[in-house]
Nanobody, 124 residues
Framework: QVQLVESGGGLVQAGGSLRLSCAASERTAGVYSMGWFRQAPGKEREAVATISRYGSTIYYRDSVKGRFTISRDNTKNTLYLQMNSLKPEDTAVYYC?????????????????WGQGTQVTVSS
């Protein structure tokens, strides 16, 4: 089974940027759809952005559209999330996930593999 390791989280001021990375232990291009999720304290985990197996379908939740960009480097088996214009409400633990669906959904139970998460804190 694929193993996922996130990195790139940290503390940033509002308006700043961070780039999260998710390194996979095996080839993901054409095999897995990938996604970024987040969970703030006391809240449910939610989908932030997803990208289909071949990268043809991308989803962003409304609150991050125009600010976040999901991408995948197939040569490195790595998924990225570029986060710009960060807001305090973006503070959460961010998780990388993979699923075998050709076109992924945002339903958590449809995702098969999860990373351990990386903390993102945005100060006001």
């Amino acid at each position: 089974q694929v193993q996922l390791v996130e990195s790139g989280g940290g503390l940033v001021q509002a308006g700043g940027s961070l780039r999260l990375s998710c390194a996979a232990s095996e080839r993901t291009a054409g095999v897995y759809s990938m996604g970024w999720f987040r969970q703030a304290p006391g809240k449910e985990r939610e989908a932030v952005a997803t990208i289909s197996r071949y990268g043809s379908t991308i989803y962003y939740r409304d609150s991050v559209k125009g600010r976040f960009t999901i991408s995948r480097d197939n040569t490195k088996n790595t998924l990225y999330l570029q986060m710009n214009s960060l807001k305090p409400e973006d503070t959460a633990v961010y998780y990388c996930a993979a699923c075998s669906a050709m076109i992924p959904t945002t339903t958590l139970r449809s995702w098969d593999y999860w990373g351990q998460g990386t903390q993102v804190t945005v100060s006001s």
